[in-house]
């Protein structure tokens, strides 16, 4: 038999019952967010960025070109560019106008 973890069936006068039918039951809103937290549910690393206005006919390697020709001429500190992944039409294989970049 099913023993409700709220109450241990403990109850007089109430048959042996379900969790979500116990009158002891407490609910708690929101306290699952810890739980997602530690199964590894978090925020990605602060090196991935979304991209979007991307041109539908630009290539990975254009992308890569761009960032790195724009850091040279603004004279930023360079972070070397490790991935892209451009989001592409399954039918057509063109760029969707969206990518992820990952950075060094």
Do not use: M
């Not at 967010?33 to 199964?39: I, Q």
């Amino acid at each position: 038999d099913y023993v409700c973890s709220a109450c241990n069936n403990e109850i007089a006068d109430f048959s042996p019952h379900w969790i979500y039918d116990c009158p002891n039951k407490v609910t708690k809103r929101g306290c699952n967010h810890v739980a997602k937290k530690l199964r590894g549910l978090h925020d990605p690393a602060s090196r991935k960025v979304f991209v979007s206005g991307l041109p539908f006919e630009v290539t990975e390697g254009g992308v890569k070109r761009f960032f790195e020709e724009s850091v040279a001429t603004n004279g930023g500190e360079i972070a070397e560019l490790v991935h892209c992944k451009l989001h592409k039409f399954e039918d057509s294989q063109r760029c969707k106008g969206t990518g992820i970049l990952t950075f060094e």
